[in-house]
């Protein structure tokens, strides 16, 4: 199984951009993506179970980001809007089999992309 990330960028306060996330071997319970900014702990971005039955998008974040999925193409993606300097971090996309309690949780993932770098300027 592999993950590779990409679409990061440099983007102004209140632009968009689009990560993608390719990912290869069997299809997953849930994906998500985490990030991590410097100095901080890595935490939880958005997550949605290949069924599309459950989306779960952290507070920080919704209503700004969509988390989606192509299941032919096996692409994840995550579409951020109205980005915010504090949006600056590292985004990492993840696969695994979480039960629901742990679905937005790094523990819940087995699977890591590289991570690819986003940084918004003010």
């Known amino acids: 199984v592999q993950l590779q990330a990409s679409g990061g960028g440099l983007v102004q306060a209140g632009g968009s951009l689009r990560l993608t996330c390719a990912a290869s071997?069997?299809?997953?319970?849930?994906y998500a993506w985490f990030r991590q900014a410097p100095g901080k702990e890595r935490e939880f971005v958005a997550t949605m179970r290949s069924s599309r039955s459950r989306i779960v998008y952290a507070d920080s974040v919704k209503g700004r980001f969509t988390i989606s999925r192509d299941n032919a193409k096996n692409l994840l993606s995550l579409e951020m809007n109205s980005l915010k300097p504090e949006d600056t971090a590292v985004y990492y996309c993840a696969a695994g089999d979480p039960i629901i309690t742990f679905d937005s949780a790094s523990e819940g993932y087995s699977y890591w992309g590289q991570g690819t770098q986003v940084t918004v300027s003010s």
């Open positions: 071997g069997r299809t997953f319970r849930s």
